[in-house]
């Protein structure tokens, strides 16, 4: 959506100031009353310092600021401030904390935490006989422009399993105005007028946060090219923690196209939550995963490591995550697919040094990086880790159309 999901309340009464409420992604709405006086206002910014002052610079040259119970405004009111709680609330019935689903990144441990409690209810209502109605009147719009097959099915049966109805198409970008030359931006304007959520699959990296900017209803990034695709990494998490029993202090080999499988960049972004975790990454020389994934694991003090050795890495991982060399993003380099491709291989051999506990997955389709003889071993994780993602979408549906 084009307003931002972070807001601040505050009640500017006298000379106090009462923040209500506080959350946080990308930016801040401030909310405050002087007198008969309200106003709404966007942050423009959030700046926290080491000793934890927090300053929201806002528009038409006001600047709020709190550090050490003092706040401020550039027009010279000062405030005396309570201490502002900075957590969010997962109480049932308050507002989900984020409008759009656009990167791994809006996710914070405790949200992560609260979500895969809702998608363990989502199992049960998916379980039952009796279909749920919670999003009865409720349209979501599939919009791709790439293939898919798990993603796309997966929402739009999460969507029907909980009473909502579901517009789609399957190959925008061939069959919708856009062969017409048609923006993705106008695409938007047009279909959320009738929908109430849109979820967007697109073959340019930060597709889904430009049509965010642009809509009024919630926008789901399932997958922009080499970008992101935040719901695999949820459901990837997720299955983590169903599997192994624990996120923190567990060691992950990343293996396949890390540099542009946007699963695993993802991925990598939410693994950085937990304490203790250490990655492997393991890949062909052309297909190594990027320094911004890299620098960020550095900056979060998470241990990373680039092997060449996928037998070592498996016998002393708990997940092994495969991936496919994805031939649509080397355009006509067929001659680096060609020598990235089969380079990585989870046989039996693999599973030979694995430990019991540890797990194989893939964000699927696989093409020969999973022989077939690997499916019947309790330890591949892959086709459970698929049906995770309908448990995962219906809980997103529920929590951004009707909250906690």
């Not at 506080?22 to 206002?41: A, D, M, P, S």
């Not at 016998?315 to 380099?333: A, K, L, N």
């Not at 693999?350 to 194989?360: C, D, I, S």
Request: negative net charge; proline residues 3%.
């Amino acid at each position: 959506m084009a307003s931002s999901s972070a807001f601040s309340t505050w009640t500017l009464n006298g000379s106090s100031v009462v923040p209500e409420a506080t959350k946080n992604f990308g930016g801040i709405i401030c909310h405050y009353q002087t007198g008969c006086f309200k106003e709404t206002v966007r942050c423009l910014s959030m700046r926290v310092s080491a000793d934890m002052p927090h300053s929201w610079e806002l528009p038409n040259d006001k600047l709020v600021a709190s550090g050490l119970g003092r706040l401020s405004l550039k027009n010279k009111v000062q405030c005396s401030a309570l201490e502002v709680d900075m957590k969010p609330s997962y109480s049932v019935g308050n507002k989900f904390q984020l409008e759009d689903v656009i990167e791994a990144q809006q996710f914070d441990r405790n949200t992560l935490s609260a979500i895969f409690e809702v998608a363990l209810e989502m199992e049960k209502i998916e379980k039952n006989s009796a279909r749920s109605q919670i999003l009865k009147g409720y349209l979501m719009a599939t919009l791709f422009y790439e293939p898919s097959t798990r993603t796309r099915l997966s929402f739009e049966s999460a969507m029907k399993r909980l009473g909502g109805e579901v517009l789609t198409t399957e190959n925008a970008r061939e069959f919708s105005s856009a062969a017409k030359g048609e923006t993705l931006e106008d695409t938007i304007r047009t279909i959320e007028g009738y929908s109430d959520i849109i979820v967007l699959r697109h073959f340019e990296s930060g597709a889904a946060r430009k049509a965010a900017a642009t809509a009024s209803v919630p926008i789901i990034n399932a997958g922009d090219g080499p970008g992101q695709h935040p719901t695999q990494a949820l459901l990837d998490v997720y299955t983590i923690q169903r599997e192994i029993g624990k996120l923190d202090g567990i060691k992950v080999g990343l293996v396949g196209d890390l540099a542009y499988g946007r699963t695993v960049r993802s991925l990598a972004y939410l693994l950085a939550q937990y304490e203790d975790v250490k990655i492997y990454f393991v890949s062909p020389e052309v297909v190594k995963m990027k320094n911004d994934i890299k620098d960020h694991l550095t900056s979060s003090g998470v241990e990373w490591e680039e092997c060449s050795d996928l037998m070592e890495v498996a016998s002393t991982c708990d997940v092994v995550y495969q991936t496919r060399i994805q031939r649509e993003r080397f355009g006509e380099r067929v001659d680096l697919y060609e020598e990235a491709r089969g380079k990585y291989i989870v046989d039996r051999d693999v599973l030979g040094v694995m430990q019991k506990h540890a797990v194989v997955m893939h964000p699927l389709p696989r093409l020969d990086e999973i022989t077939v003889d690997v499916d019947m071993d309790p330890r591949a994780a892959y086709f459970r880790q698929a049906k995770n993602g309908l448990y995962i979408r219906m809980a997103l549906l529920k929590l951004l159309l009707l909250g906690w």
